[in-house]
């Protein structure tokens, strides 16, 4: 998303501008049956896989190095409850699968409007990949083939609930597993 806010107001102002993206675009959110339970369905079909492999990969000895080199946000309880939920997942599937995704493949076609929204969506991360110290290039590929993925789930399903749910494990799962490493690391330490 575009300018970073102190993390005390991130969630509501981005939660809010991805909501008003979606009705002043008439995106179809597929909130209500039977797109819902499409969605439902969709949505945790793509994220067993997902949680299945960041447990695999923060098994892997660098990958908990990094995780526990990490700097993760303070207040974790509100970061795992209101920050990636409302923050992150809501406001992003409102803002680039929605209301830009619609709003692409109404302009060009659905799969040259998903490519788009799936690119504004790898190069909306460069800001992030820069104050996190990570690679500009992969994270910007690695968050457009999400976002592609994401955009897949989202028309296959008529559901913006599908992607919701993909996104929300994998943040969820990386952000549960790097606190659960930090926090081994730091009573390993204090041994």
Do not use: C, K
Not at 134 to 155: D, I, S
Request: without cysteine; proline residues 8%; aromatic residues 6%.
């Amino acid at each position: 998303m575009a300018p970073r806010l102190p993390s005390r107001w991130h969630p509501i102002p981005h939660a809010v501008v991805g909501a008003a993206l979606a009705v002043l675009t008439s995106a179809p959110l597929g909130l209500r049956p039977p797109q819902l339970w499409s969605g439902v369905r969709f949505g945790l079909a793509a994220a067993a896989p997902v949680a299945l492999g960041v447990a695999v990969a923060t098994a892997l000895p660098q990958v908990r190095e990094e995780m526990a080199e990490r700097d993760l946000p303070d207040g974790p309880l509100r970061w795992l409850l209101l920050g990636i939920p409302l923050g992150t997942v809501w406001s992003e599937e409102a803002a680039f699968r929605a209301a830009l995704g619609t709003v692409a493949a109404e302009a060009f076609e659905p799969r040259a409007g998903r490519l788009l929204q799936s690119a504004a969506f790898g190069l909306s991360h460069i800001a992030d990949a820069r104050s996190t110290g990570e690679h500009v290039v992969p994270t910007v590929l690695v968050t457009g083939l999400a976002g592609w993925v994401f955009g897949w789930l989202y028309e296959r399903s008529g559901s913006l609930i599908a992607p919701m749910l993909a996104h929300l494990t994998v943040n969820e799962a990386g952000a549960v597993a790097a606190l659960a490493v930090q926090n081994t690391h730091v009573r390993a330490i204090s041994l």
